[in-house]
């Protein structure tokens, strides 16, 4: 594989994450870069791995994602060497992270994950964040894996209704 080829993997993620105000899925990046026929799979798992390594971006790994944000130093290399991103990639990028900002920004703000505690059951944790800050976190023992398991995923599509009706409850 060509260094300048990875370079432009890596600047394009860059622009990605420094073009939102929230962390971006590695599904996400991925999906881009694959439907825009840039590169395959293989290739831009292992930029993540560069950038993050090289302290680029930040990870944070949750039972059923991986999400990333771009750091100080991310910034400064897209900063220097951004003018490398011809127009075209980066209207194609700006136009996809338009068109699904909603749902990215959702994905990146519903959080549920599950682990096993010390007594032996699960404990399922659901978050919803806004601007950083976490409008409800919730945390709910379970007595197995898979009812831990159906439950993240049922968070995903009740998260909305289950903190309204909270909300409601507790006014």
Not at 49 to 70: A, F, K, N
Not at 131 to 156: F, H, Q, R
């Given at each position: 594989m060509a260094v300048e080829s990875i370079t432009l993997y890596k600047l394009i993620t860059l622009y990605m994450l420094d073009r939102v105000d929230f962390p971006l899925s590695n599904a996400t990046i991925t999906g881009f870069v694959l439907e825009t026929g840039y590169t395959d799979f293989a290739t831009i798992q292992q930029v993540l791995g560069i950038i993050q390594d090289d302290g680029l971006i930040d990870v944070e790994s949750s039972r059923s994602s991986t999400s990333y944000t771009i750091t100080e130093q991310g910034k400064e290399m897209l900063g220097y060497f951004g003018n490398k991103i011809s127009d075209e990639i980066k209207k194609e990028v700006n136009?996809?992270?338009?068109?699904?900002?909603?749902?990215?920004?959702?994905?990146?703000?519903?959080?549920?994950?599950?682990?096993?505690?010390?007594?032996?059951?699960?404990?399922?944790?659901?978050?919803?964040?806004?601007?950083?800050?976490?409008?409800?976190?919730?945390?709910?023992?379970?007595?197995?894996?898979?009812?831990?398991?159906?439950?993240?995923?049922?968070?995903?599509?009740?998260?909305q209704s289950i903190y309204e009706y909270i909300i409601k409850q507790l006014m």
């Amino acid at each position: 594989m060509a260094v300048e080829s990875i370079t432009l993997y890596k600047l394009i993620t860059l622009y990605m994450l420094d073009r939102v105000d929230f962390p971006l899925s590695n599904a996400t990046i991925t999906g881009f870069v694959l439907e825009t026929g840039y590169t395959d799979f293989a290739t831009i798992q292992q930029v993540l791995g560069i950038i993050q390594d090289d302290g680029l971006i930040d990870v944070e790994s949750s039972r059923s994602s991986t999400s990333y944000t771009i750091t100080e130093q991310g910034k400064e290399m897209l900063g220097y060497f951004g003018n490398k991103i011809s127009d075209e990639i980066k209207k194609e990028v700006n136009e996809y992270l338009t068109k699904n900002k909603y749902e990215l920004k959702q994905a990146a703000n519903i959080i549920s994950e599950y682990y096993r505690t010390t007594q032996g059951d699960y404990a399922v944790h659901c978050c919803i964040k806004e601007n950083g800050s976490s409008l409800i976190d919730l945390t709910v023992s379970v007595p197995d894996e898979d009812t831990a398991d159906y439950m993240c995923g049922k968070w995903k599509d009740s998260s909305q209704s289950i903190y309204e009706y909270i909300i409601k409850q507790l006014m």
